[in-house]
């Protein structure tokens, strides 16, 4: 695609697992891109740049305001038509044993640092009346995280935010979408602790490509969500007609430390 007609895309998380795989089907839809995360991005640039697209990236940990001023700023003002906020981590173990600092890095980047992002980008696309935001929510919105509490908590949250800002912008020709993944296959669960849990290291994880693929086509198509993956559909509608009592329950054997040996 001529380098004047590219549209560029934000990806937030860019640095692995869905993140990673999001970025390479904006690269594939010809659109330029600036990448997020908090760990250096240049193998993901080279690979993607080599896709024949332009590509920056900016290293910043958007749990704080500063970090996503930062990327706010690498933007100058340049009209982003797609903004895939990614970026987040899980946190397992029982609530009362973590460290608050890391409950609070969970908060901060799922939340505060996702929403603030959208509330700058979004503005924009709302004057200029276009734009697509794709939120990567989660299954884990739809039942008590036993043994991950704060971390279903903070998908609760995207998942329900994502819904409200949709409608808030219905008719500013700016989309909301939420993706929703259930267990996919990426450094996620290493990086949450959750290597001795039955979750962790389950055999049949999502193809995180898989996922983005369809992340990505519904951000396209504009819909409002989308659960990725037929197992995962059927989990989230039980979900919604089980008790949360229950639900709270079948969480604890997936993610309690140790479970991984049962
Ligand atoms: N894997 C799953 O089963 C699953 C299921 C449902 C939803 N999700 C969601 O999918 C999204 C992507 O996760 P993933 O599974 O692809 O895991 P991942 O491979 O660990 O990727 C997470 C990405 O987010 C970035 N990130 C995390 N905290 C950040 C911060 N404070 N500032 C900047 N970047 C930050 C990481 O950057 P660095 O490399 O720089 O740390 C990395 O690029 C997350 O929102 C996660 O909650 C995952």
């Given at each position: 695609m001529n380098a004047s007609m590219r549209q560029l895309a934000v990806v937030t998380g860019?640095?692995?697992g869905i993140g990673l795989e999001l970025a390479r089907e904006c690269a594939r839809h010809g659109y330029d891109l600036v990448l997020a995360a908090d760990t250096p991005l240049g193998k993901a640039e080279a690979e993607l740049s080599a896709m024949g697209v332009k590509v920056e990236s900016v290293q910043a940990d958007l749990a704080t305001q500063e970090g996503v001023d930062k990327l706010y700023e690498a933007l100058q003002g340049r009209t982003v038509?797609?903004?895939?906020a990614n970026a987040g981590h899980g946190l397992g173990k029982g609530f009362l044993d973590q460290d608050f600092s890391e409950v609070r890095h969970v908060i901060d980047t799922n939340i505060t640092g996702t929403i603030y992002l959208i509330q700058l980008v979004g503005n924009d696309m709302r004057s200029r009346r276009g734009g697509r935001i794709l939120i990567t929510g989660s299954?884990?919105?739809?039942?008590?995280?036993?043994?991950q509490a704060v971390y279903n908590g903070t998908k609760a949250f995207i998942d329900s935010f994502s819904w409200a800002l949709r409608n808030e912008l219905k008719d500013s020709g700016v989309t909301v979408t939420c993706l929703m993944p259930g267990?996919?296959?990426?450094?996620f669960f290493e990086r949450a602790d959750l290597m001795d849990t039955k979750v962790g290291t389950q055999e049949n994880k999502a193809d995180p490509a898989e996922v983005a693929r369809i992340g990505f086509k519904a951000m396209l198509d504009g819909e409002g969500d989308v659960v990725a993956g037929m197992k995962n559909k059927i989990q989230s509608a039980m979900a919604s007609v089980t008790p949360s009592a229950m639900l709270a329950e079948q969480h604890r054997k997936m993610a309690e430390p140790g479970s991984a040996k049962q």
């Open positions: 860019a640095s692995s038509e797609a903004l895939l299954i884990a919105g739809f039942m008590p995280g036993t043994f267990v996919t296959d990426t450094e």
